[in-house]
């Protein structure tokens, strides 16, 4: 199994940026998919969430509104599209996949939001 995500880089206040997390080795439209960010000092924090299928996403209160979550099954791929981007949401971003109750998480990609 692994997971290998993509995407992330310098981008202003306001601005938009998309990440990718493409998988292999398990059944991906079989499982949920999340993205989860940390910053130094912290502890990871759930971003987003997408059923195997698609359909009915969570995000955290903090991003509600601002990120979308989606999948194309067909690519094994997820996505995180990130709008309206602040400087707190500056970290480094993980895939993660559950799988047969192994937790599979990829190196992360660091998103800087900056001026």
């Known amino acids: 199994v692994q997971v290998v995500e993509s995407g992330g880089g310098l981008v202003q206040p306001g601005g938009s940026l998309r990440l990718s997390c493409t998988a292999s080795?398990?059944?991906?439209?079989?499982?949920?998919m999340r993205w989860y960010r940390q910053t130094p000092g912290k502890e990871r924090e759930l971003v987003a969430r997408?059923?195997?299928?698609?359909?009915?996403?969570n995000y955290a209160d903090s991003v509600k509104g601002r990120f979308t979550i989606s999948r194309d099954n067909a690519k094994n791929t997820v996505y995180l599209q990130m709008n309206s981007l602040k400087p707190e949401d500056t970290a480094v971003y993980y895939c993660?996949?559950?799988?047969?109750?192994?937790?599979?998480w990829g190196k992360g990609t660091l998103v800087t939001v900056s001026s």
């Open positions: 993660y996949a559950l799988i047969q109750w192994r937790a599979y």
């Open positions: 997408i059923p195997g299928a698609g359909g009915s996403t």
């Open positions: 080795g398990f059944t991906f439209s079989s499982y949920d």
